[in-house]
């Protein structure tokens, strides 16, 4: 089974957590964080997103990116915004938004045991993606983002994660968006004895969030493996930083669909195409449709909602890929209608994470785009089964909140 161990995090002071952390890399655009971090020396996205720190225009893959990131990450260490701990600890990481609390351990993991497929995946990853976070950690030298890993919860590891938060935290601020972030230490050398043990035993470990960046450090730790032919596999860049969090604590939201055109067809061809595979309903009023059950889909077209019910026999309830709606929808809808066979790279379509609402599916139908549809959001337990099957989710299938933040651990390769 997977293992963890305890690090010596370079994390911020704690007069200055609340200026530094900031949303990962990967969730805003170059214009985005250069906007967010222009009156903050402190912030993380200097580190994460070392460009707005160049010339507007200038790649955001050059080598001059890289060389920033690692001169800005130098410059918060050495001006005392950062410090390191003397010895390696876990760190429990709460976050609260709107009223749901979920709790998890910052720890590294093994590098092999991604390698071994003991931490599971359920998404393909991009070579392009990747390049530029293995040279991102390898500038740095450290893993400057951690991943969001879930696992099946064990009342023995929630009993240690109580018995700290009860204690006075390390960290305690609430960002403008409304969400609540806090970290304590655990500093006992028999509870992070014994949660290394509980982990153990706690079966596999699933990403929910970061495939790149652990696929990244996996690459970088062969890199570096290369590079040191007596390495032992005790050495820090064997393993890379993440932060664990029970199934049960966790809900997946919606990631929904808009659509650039109607390739082609007219209003009442679009209709009669779309109701070969699927019942369509007029909604009752004009509010944006939710979906409240499998299979049940909103469709904002022609300037109105609908609602969606695939039909019987259009998919294959038994395959556990094939049976989810991100699945049911591309084969029935998005592909043979709209004619986008490959949602990855097919610019006709744009993905709509649900923490932003389905008004923002018909703001965007009214301004680039013609059609959106909105979906039920996948299980923890779907993307389980379909990791432990060892097949992928179709693209944009799951969308977490809150966010990890970085800037709160980073994790030093040497």
């Not at 225009?57 to 918060?76: M, P, Q």
Request: proline share 5%; hydrophobic share 35%; net charge negative.
């Amino acid at each position: 089974m997977p293992i963890i161990r305890p690090f010596a995090a370079v994390r911020p002071k704690k007069e200055y957590a609340s200026k530094v952390a900031e949303l990962p890399y990967d969730v805003m655009t170059s214009d985005e964080a250069r906007e967010t971090a222009k009156n903050n020396p402190y912030s993380f996205l200097h580190v994460d997103k070392a460009e707005i720190d160049l010339p507007e225009g200038s790649h955001i893959y050059s080598g001059e990116v890289y060389e920033k990131a690692c001169e800005n990450l130098c410059r918060l260490c050495g001006t005392g915004v950062f410090k390191q701990d003397a010895e390696p600890y876990f760190y429990i990481y709460r976050q609260i938004m709107g009223g749901r609390s979920q709790t998890g351990l910052a720890a590294c993991v093994s590098v092999d045991d991604y390698i071994d497929g003991k931490i599971k995946k359920h998404e393909f990853t991009r070579a392009d993606k990747e390049k530029d976070r293995i040279r991102h950690v390898d500038a740095c030298d450290a893993n400057t983002g951690p991943i969001f890993l879930c696992y099946r919860g064990k009342s023995a590891i929630n009993a240690i994660l109580n018995k700290y938060v009860n204690t006075e935290p390390e960290y305690d601020f609430t960002r403008a968006d409304g969400v609540a972030h806090t970290v304590w230490f655990v500093n006992g050398k028999s509870d992070i004895s014994l949660l290394r043990e509980e982990f153990s035993n706690a079966g596999a470990f699933y990403i929910a969030d970061g495939h790149h960046r652990a696929a990244s450090a996996a690459k970088v730790a062969l890199k570096r493996r290369a590079e040191n032919p007596g390495y032992d596999g005790t050495e820090e860049f064997n393993f890379f930083l993440a932060v664990l969090f029970s199934k049960d604590d966790l809900a997946i939201m919606d990631y929904n669909r808009v659509i650039r055109d109607y390739n082609g067809l007219k209003e009442d061809e679009f209709y009669a195409k779309a109701a070969l595979n699927f019942d369509i309903a007029e909604t009752e009023d004009e509010k944006p449709f939710k979906p409240q059950k499998k299979h049940e889909f909103g469709m904002f077209a022609f300037d109105k909602w609908h609602k969606l019910t695939a039909k019987n026999g259009t998919f294959d309830a038994s395959d556990p890929v094939k049976s989810l709606d991100v699945s049911i929808l591309q084969e029935n809808l998005i592909a043979p209608v709209f004619g986008i066979t490959d949602p990855r790279r097919d610019n006709r379509i744009d993905f709509v994470g649900g923490i932003r609402g389905l008004e923002e599916l018909e703001r965007r139908c009214k301004t680039d785009m013609k059609a959106a549809f909105s979906l039920y959001p996948v299980s923890l337990d779907e993307l389980m089964a379909i990791a432990d099957a060892g097949e992928v989710m179709p693209p944009k299938s799951t969308w977490f909140e809150p966010k990890l933040l970085s800037g709160l651990f980073i994790h030093k390769l040497s």
